[in-house]
């Protein structure tokens, strides 16, 4: 029950189990009402399971285990959800041996600070690591100052992760006091601890070597990696300060850098500024993978600012007993000889806050981030009313905000006068707040009516995503009463919604909580959907937002969707997804229903024009956003966007819907594989009236006419489905009686092969982009039994001249497996021609139909038969008109495939239609030079050759010359007194 319930039980002063309970568990009821975020309940959502219910986190717990020893089965490692509920995951422990001794193996952890919590999707374990952490009176758990644990969800069990190498040394002495480990806390074992966004490596922060050491969490055994060293070069060149840096803090940033796409690591660090100089926190940002360091953050901390932070308190009064005002700073430098700093008499506490940068933390959309200041001298001290000659704490800590403007981080500072309540049984007593003071982390328990401390957070900081839209943050925080516990806040108000105590009333004022870890990783995914009018795949500024309309996150091989999201007024979305793992993001599919705003719509052509942020990023033929693998376009689609890493902001994934699509068409032919290669060859007929059907699949992108379609292969075998929207399809054949499928996909050639399998009767899925035409669908057709199967092939002329001599070829196969007989082969020829001859003179014939008999045709035998024939001599008035020409084959018994057995020609005939005009002037004088002029033209479809004009002169008019025609074309017979001209050709309308 003890371990349900708190983190330690206090040595010093005994409290009944019932106010332990009321602290416990009901959050404080007098806290300030807190204004709901506004929301209509669009454009934010979550598809995160665990962020949707009662959130859970992990913090670590601190109690003596040397000086006065709690009992062993108090926690070091606790989780707790936002409304209050606690479960302990591992014991604090109890010592092997004597005081300077770790805690005994399988007894507990021991001291833990840093927490770094892995989901198990990539190393498919879903545990928690703790690392070990120096401080005064909490031993060692059994691995020593480098130990890392874990906690496995799996099971409900601790254990022994790994050692980290050259963490520092263990306890030094077995003194009760616990004074040599003094002048380490800090400097040696491990600090903070983050898991990579793509969820591959452990980073630990090495106070003793001040390197970041990195292990693969890939498998269930983490594996050590080359440690990376800090680039402390960016902060200063000063030796002395150079030594006094201290690194803590790890932070990875929710956006990737922008030049390299590789994750941004944040490294926090403190300048202690040791004896008695002026400590400074800093911030390091390294661009994983490189080299490429920066500073972004340089916080002085002995500032007006910071000096000014316990104003109205009685820690404040406690420290001008020693100390003019003038000279009090909210900071100092970090010194171990305790006796030598501000101690307030009669309870010998220490009043001298010494900064330790613990935490960094970023806003879920990376636009603020957050620093966690510990008060180290809480690690220092008693936990409680110390023995003569030793000293306790009220450790005072800090949160500070930097918001990012114009490319650096700058301190958020009130603008405002603000007033916070300060008491948490006492509405009515305010505060003036501090200008960092963002939160109010000023609330307590207090007698009197002066706050007794009022920077009372503890340095771990947590920002949670909500579905509701807005963000909570929890820090670890002074409660009052000596206790202490979390303090709960949304962004949108400085005071807290919830405490919950952890460490019950009357224990201590130290710095008794570690860090906090969110047990539950997510990303986030924003964009928005708009109408892409004219149907290019780019936003242009007049296509208007689609706002009110249904998203949906779903894992590739389930159906129901992990989380919906509804667009708001400007077609914006976010949505928190989980991390590291394959998903798609796609309109819902009933928006796209008859009578429904998006009905007759469909994605907009991918990923056009190169611009991120007018482009579509949905694949217009699977209708998913697809995020697959660690990089751009892998996946099924091939266009798919790296997978979401852990707290990753990705933005910009948009979608255009669109009215205006290219159709597509799939089709091809239908033929008979007579050698069975699974090939089509050259004297391979098609088959004709074999029903094919097209059906799309489901979860296609969205489908504006209806399906499924149905068509027939033409006399050629050919088929063809037209008007076809984006998406996926396949062919359904309905197989011909007394037929097989050919072997499907023969010889890597696309248009030759045959694409149905004969287990299915169905093609492959054929994805349809906007205008894609997919004509290689072939079918190709195997007869089963021995079988007669004649065909024939005509040739002739396609342009003759009327009354010329036509030839007609006719060519007969036999491609069965058995012998035809009373073999039947006819030309009906045109109607008015006239045959000539030829070379196999018909059995008879009968008016226009030329007749062969032939009494048998044996397997793979085949003839040619050449028919000469005159063209009709008179078409009419018609100056073009077109004959036919109808060629048959026959048998009997009738032939297996009659599909074959026809063939026709159609032949156009043509004519000359030749006229001629003269004209000369209608009067002359007598003896002047007349000008005749002779006009020719052949107005006709055909040649006209030997053309011959001929025209007498009256007897009145002498020839004297010609003086244009062509050349040699024409002369004068005197004798006839007649010009004529002779043109041995004139072209249609020359």
């Not at 959130?55 to 926690?75: G, R």
């Not at 379609?709 to 006399?715: E, L």
């Not at 894609?772 to 396609?798: F, K, N, W």
Request: hydrophobic residues 35%; proline residues 7%.
């Amino acid at each position: 029950m003890t371990a349900l319930t708190r983190c330690h039980r206090s040595v010093y002063r005994c409290i009944s189990w019932i106010l332990v309970i009321i602290f416990a568990i009901i959050p404080l009821l007098t806290l300030p009402v807190s204004v709901e975020a506004q929301t209509d309940g669009r454009g934010f959502a979550s598809a995160v399971a665990c962020l949707n219910g009662d959130v859970a986190i992990a913090t670590t717990c601190f109690a003596d285990t040397i000086f006065a020893p709690v009992p062993a089965s108090d926690p070091a490692l606790v989780r707790v959800t936002l409304s209050g509920a606690k479960q302990p995951l591992a014991s604090i422990g109890t010592r092997q041996g004597g005081y300077g001794q770790r805690i005994a193996r399988h007894s507990g952890i021991g001291s833990v600070y840093g927490l770094a919590y892995d989901d198990g999707s990539i190393s498919g374990v879903r545990r928690l690591f703790a690392a070990a952490f120096t401080r005064r009176f909490t031993s060692f758990g059994p691995l020593g100052v480098g130990g890392v644990y874990e906690y496995r969800f799996d099971d409900g069990q601790w254990y022994e992760s790994f050692t980290v190498p050259n963490t520092g040394r263990d306890r030094p002495s077995g003194d009760q006091n616990d004074m040599a480990i003094l002048e380490d806390v800090g400097k040696t074992g491990l600090g903070d601890m983050e898991i990579s966004p793509d969820g591959t490596t452990l980073y630990i922060m090495n106070l003793a070597t001040r390197q970041i050491e990195r292990y693969d969490v890939t498998q269930p055994t983490p594996q050590r990696l080359e440690p990376l060293s800090i680039k402390y070069s960016m902060i200063t060149s000063n030796r002395q300060t150079l030594n006094n840096l201290r690194p803590f803090a790890l932070e990875f940033a929710p956006t990737p850098d922008s030049a390299t796409g590789n994750p941004r690591l944040f490294i926090g660090i403190t300048d202690t500024a040791s004896p008695n100089g002026e400590p400074n926190a800093y911030v390091l940002e390294w661009i994983v993978h490189t080299d490429n360091w920066q500073r972004v953050i340089a916080q002085p901390l002995i500032t007006s600012i910071f000096n000014e932070r316990f104003h109205n308190s009685t820690y404040l009064w406690a420290i001008q007993i020693r100390k003019a005002k003038e000279n009090i700073t909210g900071w100092n430098a970090w010194n171990e000889q305790l006796e030598k700093l501000q101690i307030y008499n009669p309870s010998r506490a220490i009043f001298h806050a010494q900064p330790f940068l613990t935490d960094i933390e970023f806003s879920p959309n990376g636009q603020e981030l957050r620093l966690g200041l510990r008060d180290r001298v809480g690690d220092l001290t008693f936990f409680g009313p110390p023995p003569t000659g030793h000293y306790t704490a009220i450790a005072q800590g800090d949160t500070l905000n930097y918001r990012f403007v114009n490319g650096y981080w700058q301190l958020e500072q009130l603008n405002s006068l603000r007033k916070d309540q300060v008491n948490i049984n006492d509405p009515q007593q305010l505060y003036i707040a501090h200008r960092a003071d963002w939160l109010n982390d000023h609330l307590h328990s207090y007698p009197g009516d002066r706050p007794a401390h009022v920077e009372n957070h503890m340095g771990s900081i947590l920002a949670i995503p909500s579905p509701s839209g807005y963000e909570q943050i929890v820090v670890t925080s002074l409660l009052g009463s000596n206790s202490s516990g979390l303090m709960a806040y949304r962004r949108d108000q400085p005071h807290p919604f919830r405490a919950i105590t952890l460490i019950p009333p009357g224990s201590n004022k130290s710095t008794a909580l570690g860090d906090l870890e969110l047990l539950c990783t997510y990303a986030f995914i924003s964009g928005q959907l708009w109408h892409d009018v004219n149907g290019n795949g780019i936003r242009e500024a007049t296509e208007p937002p689609l706002n009110s309309v249904t998203l949906q996150v779903m894992a590739p091989d389930q159906s129901t969707p992990l989380g919906e999201v509804v667009t708001d007024n400007s077609g914006s979305y976010t949505i928190a997804v989980p991390p590291n793992r394959a998903l798609h993001v796609r309109v819902a599919p009933a928006e796209f229903a008859p009578g429904r705003s998006l009905a007759g719509m469909v994605y907009a052509p991918v990923n056009v024009g190169g611009d991120d942020t007018r482009d579509s990023d949905a694949h217009p033929t699977f209708g998913v956003v697809e995020f697959a693998g660690r990089h751009t376009g892998n996946g099924v689609t091939g266009t798919a966007l790296p997978l979401p890493l852990r707290e990753e902001l990705i933005r910009n994934v948009d979608i255009g819907l669109t009215r205006r699509f290219q159709p597509a068409v799939i089709g091809d032919r239908v033929w008979l594989d007579q050698n069975q290669n699974g090939l089509q060859d050259n004297n391979e007929a098609g088959v004709a009236g074999v029903s094919l059907r097209l059906e799309r699949l489901p979860g296609s992108a969205p489908q504006v006419t209806s399906y499924p379609r149905t068509t027939f292969s033409d006399v050629q075998g050919y088929y063809s489905f037209a008007g076809l929207e984006p998406g996926s399809y396949r062919v359904f054949v309905t197989l011909p009686d007394g037929h097989a499928f050919a072997p499907p996909a023969i010889g890597g050639d696309p248009q030759r092969d045959s694409d149905i399998d004969a287990r299915t009767n169905f093609s492959s899925v054929i994805l349809l982009g906007h205008g894609e035409v997919r004509t290689e669908i072939d079918v190709g057709l195997v007869r089963l039994q021995t079988q007669m199967d004649l065909s024939i092939d005509l040739r002739a002329p396609t342009i003759a001249v009327v009354g010329d001599e036509l030839q007609y070829t006719m060519t007969y196969r036999h491609t069965g497996d058995r012998v035809a007989n009373n073999v039947v082969i006819q030309l009906e020829m045109p109607v008015g021609t006239t045959l000539l001859n030829a070379d196999q003179p018909p059995t008879r014939q009968d008016g226009p139909r030329l007749i062969w008999q032939l009494p048998r045709l044996s397997q793979g035998s085949t003839g040619t038969i050449n028919i000469r024939v005159r063209a009709p001599t008179n078409i009419g008035n018609n100056l073009v008109q077109t004959v036919t020409a109808i060629a048959t084959i026959s048998a009997t018994p009738a032939d297996d495939n009659p599909t074959n057995n026809r063939a026709q020609r159609i032949t156009q005939l043509t004519r000359a239609e030749v006229g001629v005009s003269k004209s000369a002037p209608a009067v002359v004088l007598s003896g002047d030079e007349l000008l005749y002029t002779l006009r020719v033209v052949n107005r006709g479809s055909a040649v006209a050759n030997n053309v011959v004009v001929t025209d007498p002169l009256p007897p009145q008019v002498d020839f004297v010359s010609f003086l244009q025609a062509p050349a040699g074309s024409c002369r004068y017979e005197g004798i006839q007194r007649t010009v004529r001209c002779t043109l041995a050709g004139l072209s249609p309308n020359q």
